[in-house]
T-cell receptor
Framework: GNSVTQMEGPVTLSEEAFLTINCTYTATGYPSLFWYVQYPGEGLQLLLKATKADDKGSNKGFEATYRKETTSFHLEKGSVQVSDSAVYFCALHQGAQKLVFGQGTRLTINP | NAGVTQTPKFQVLKTGQSMTLQCAQDMNHEYMSWYRQDPGMGLRLIHYSVGAGITDQGEVPNGYNVSRSTTEDFPLRLLSAAPSQTSVYFC?????????????FGPGTRLTVL
């Protein structure tokens, strides 16, 4: 079946460092891909999405490109801030609005 | 708009007790779903509904019941709580059924079963 694999966390970086969180997927067809973010004590909220191959989603300085040839959707940000500390989830859409999530990556940014 | 609301925020149950987790949305979304979040496992779909009167099972439905009598409300019932149901529960809603539509999540209910 469809699945999503994220890099193991936790990830700890210093402010202004470059961030990459890897995400790969297994799916039939052409799923839509998402990154959701969960700030402490809150529910998940959509960070960015891409709906077809080679699309780039972007928001709040984060970017991810839908790479069908490598079945990847890696999240990147050029200069992280303390306020980016959160748990990040990669997900794919699997028909009838079912989202399949990765296990989540906890990111901590130190000042 | 309040978005997606969930009550209670926290709950402690004893094994065998029953309870209902409430979820409501005021965005007139057709699709609603329940997830549980466990450490290292991401979110897993419990049940979902594509409209009033229609529900279906997700990945981990055992031990849970749902109903959808109105567009706004989608309660999750634990019939006989077990320690394995200790988790954080999230309700979500989406407008329409298109795959690229954003899901809106509630703030979650943290449940502990002793």
């Amino acid at each position: 079946g469809n699945s999503v694999t994220q890099m193991e966390g936790p990830v700890t970086l210093s402010e202004e460092a470059f961030l990459t969180i890897n995400c790969t997927y297994t799916a039939t067809g052409y799923p839509s891909l998402f990154w959701y973010v969960q700030y402490p004590g809150e529910g998940l909220q959509l960070l960015l999405k891409a709906t077809k191959a080679d699309d780039k989603g972007s928001n709040k300085g984060f970017e991810a490109t839908y790479r069908k040839e490598t079945t990847s959707f890696h999240l990147e940000k050029g200069s992280v801030q303390v306020s980016d500390s959160a748990v990040y989830f990669c997900a794919l859409h699997q028909g009838a609005q079912k989202l399949v999530f990765g296990q989540g990556t906890r990111l901590t940014i130190n000042p | 708009n309040a978005g997606v609301t969930q009550t209670p925020k926290f709950q402690v149950l004893k094994t065998g007790q029953s309870m209902t987790l409430q979820c409501a949305q005021d965005m007139n979304h057709e699709y609603m779903s329940w997830y549980r979040q466990d450490p290292g496992m991401g979110l897993r779909l419990i049940h979902y509904s594509v409209g009033a009167g229609i529900t279906d099972q997700g990945e981990v439905p055992n031990g849970y019941n749902v109903s959808r009598s109105t567009t706004e409300d989608f309660p999750l019932r634990l019939l006989s709580a077990a320690p394995s149901q200790t988790s954080v529960y999230f309700c979500a809603s989406t407008k329409g059924l298109a795959g690229e539509n954003e899901q809106f999540f509630g703030p979650g209910t943290r449940l502990t079963v002793l």
